[in-house]
C-alpha cells in the first residue's frame, strides 16, 4: 500500500472526526459532549484504512454502476460513524429518518464520484 495513500487516508480521518467534534460541540456544546462521542470519532481512523484499496479499484472501474457501488461501499463505514454518532447526540433522534436520511447521502455521494472520477479511457 502506498504510504502518500495511506497519510491521506489517515488525515482524511482525523479531519473527519475533528470537523464532527466541532460541528457537535457548536450544537451540543463542547461541555455536554460524552466521552464515548470523543471514543467513537476514533474508529474513523480504521473506517478509513479499511477500505483503502476499494478506491483504487472504482477508479479502475469502467461500468458507472459499479464503480458507484465501489465507492458507496467506501465511504459507508466512515459516514455510518460520523452519521450515527451525530444523530445519537440528539434526544429526539428518529432511527428511521436517519437511516434514509444516511442511504441518500452515501448514494447521491457515491453517484455523484462514479460520475467524476471515471477511469482514464472514459475520459
Known amino acids: 500500500m502506498n504510504s502518500a495513500f495511506l497519510r491521506s487516508a ?3 480521518g482525523l479531519l473527519i ?3 464532527n467534534v466541532l460541528f457537535a460541540g457548536l450544537d451540543h456544546g463542547f ?3 460524552p ?3 470523543y471514543l467513537v470519532q476514533l474508529l474513523i481512523l480504521p473506517a478509513m484504512v479499511l477500505p483503502l484499496r476499494i478506491f483504487p479499484q472504482a477508479a479502475m472501474t469502467p461500468e458507472y454502476l459499479r464503480r458507484a457501488g465501489l465507492y458507496a461501499l467506501g465511504w459507508a463505514v466512515p459516514y455510518a460513524i460520523y ?3 451525530s444523530d445519537a447526540l440528539n434526544p429526539a433522534m428518529t432511527p428511521a429518518a436517519s437511516l434514509v436520511s444516511y442511504l441518500f447521502t452515501v448514494i447521491v ?5 462514479a460520475a467524476i472520477r471515471k477511469p482514464p479511457a472514459q475520459q
Request: proline share 0%; hydrophobic share 70%.
Open 83 to 85: 452519521k450515527f454518532s
Open 31 to 33: 461541555d455536554r459532549l
Open 35 to 37: 466521552v464515548w462521542f
Open 17 to 19: 472526526a475533528g470537523v
Open 109 to 113: 455521494f457515491a453517484l455523484l464520484f
Open 10 to 12: 489517515l488525515l482524511t
